[in-house]
């Protein structure tokens, strides 16, 4: 089972580095070729703007989109977890995006990066123990479809992490932490 | 709740990987920027191009253009303080934005000291000519590194040069011993803890960027070849015939570095390059590349 890790920009080599580690086979995906070749997709975390410029500069966001349509997994990490969603505010009108997942993604929800934090959370699916979750000038879901289940939520409330069937969407960064739960999920999703 | 730490500082450096950072001198340049591809926009006064030409001392830009340039994208947004001149970086990290960059291309207000970048908050990018100066700055809480090239030349030698030299001493680490590994953290002056862990990683502490003299696509897959993590571009984009074509034919090379046909496309019709300067030509007090110790 080949795991894709969306290789346009961003934090993609990082991805990489944690599915090796827990010993799952990976393909950089930059083309349209290559999405033929794999049966999962990372979408990492990156500026969304650049990545959604590129996905539809070289034609990614149609055969994407219908991919995920016939049911591979697919998991965004912050600016992953934006291209994915179907609204997006703060963010550019104009800029490309996948529009797969019914959640609106607000972009740098927390100011700019001074705001930058890391905490220790509880993600439903996985085990009791807290999850290091790191935020990057994130953003946060909200709105989310009767289909969308929030996974995880700041003490505000704010969602921070979600699921709607074969999607995934976090608005934090497991792949710059140790911890491999996050990872070994999306793998059996 | 932990804000700005090293993790939150470095990783906003991770997110800009594979991606082209531009230099830009008003709000319009950084939306052309931001649409054309851009990860981030280094806000300033002068193009390093134009601080050549200009002469004089170079300082941190007007506050009020950088939150301009600021209010203007959503991409991340840095600026440059002097080397050495911390009140311009905590002024910087006053008004919010999200990288400095202590760099070479503006005046040194200090001829021996680098600014103690752990005091920070706001995460530094530093620039650096081989190894044992990028873990200098490193150990001085720098959390992310580039080349320092020779800014506003339009020409890649420099960058090539810097480039070569890291990769290189990260190669030959790799092959020592550990009684060597003591010697050769003395001989480049850098601290041994830095030096061991490039050497057990293979791979720098932070991420690495090329900067200084990229002015085509083709200089941009180059130095992404050579190792880098991605690019900045100065002066080579807004001083080129067409800024946006350039800038996204920069960005495409630059994600699309080891496809020749790809990089072959976006090359075709850019119009005319920035004028590109020989470095034998420049005077050695008007190199850039020499400021910083």
Known sequence: MTVGVLALQGDFREHEEMLRRIGAPTLQVRLPKHLDQVERLIIPGGESTTIGKLLAMYGLIEPLRARVREGMPVWGTCAGAILMAQRIVDGRADQPSLRLMDVTARRNAFGSQLESFEIDLPVEGLDSKPLRMVFIRAPVLEDLGDDVTPLARLEDGRVVAARQANMLATCFHPELTSDERMHRYFLEM | ???????????????????????????????????????????????????????????????????????????????????????????????????????????????????????????????????????????????????????????????????????????????????????????????????????????????????????????????????????FVGSGIFKSGDPAKRARAIVAATTHYNEPEIIAEVSRGLGEAMVGIEISKIPHDQLMAGRGW
Not at chain 2, 157 to 178: F, G, K, N
Request: glycine share 8%.
């Open chain 2, 1 to 231: 709740m932990d804000k700005s730490t090293w993790t939150t500082k470095v990783g906003l450096a991770q997110m800009l990987k594979g991606g082209v950072i531009m230099d830009v001198v008003t709000p319009e340049q950084a939306r052309i920027a931001e649409d054309a591809g851009a990860v981030a926009v280094m806000a300033l006064e002068r193009v390093p191009a134009d601080i050549r030409a200009h002469g004089g001392v170079a300082r941190m830009s007007d506050p009020e253009l950088i939150l301009a340039i600021k209010e203007a994208v959503t991409i991340p947004v840095m600026a440059k303080v002097r080397i050495g001149h911390f009140v311009e970086a905590q002024v910087l990290e006053a008004l919010g934005i999200d990288y400095i960059d202590e760099s070479e291309v503006l005046t040194p207000a200090d001829e021996e000291h680098h600014i103690n970048k752990h005091k920070f908050r706001i995460p530094f990018v530093c620039g650096c000519r081989n190894l044992g100066e990028g873990l200098r700055r490193v150990a001085e809480g720098a959390a992310m590194l580039r080349t320092k090239g020779e800014a506003g030349t339009g020409n890649v030698v420099e960058a090539v040069r810097h480039a070569r030299a890291v990769y290189s001493e990260i190669r030959r680490l790799q092959t020592m011993d550990e009684d060597e590994l003591f010697t050769y953290a003395k001989n480049i002056q850098a601290p041994y803890e830095l030096v061991r862990q490039v050497a057990e990683t293979g791979r720098l502490p932070v991420v690495n960027f090329a900067a200084g003299g990229i002015a085509t696509p083709a200089d941009a897959a180059l130095l992404m070849q050579l190792g880098v993590d991605g690019i």
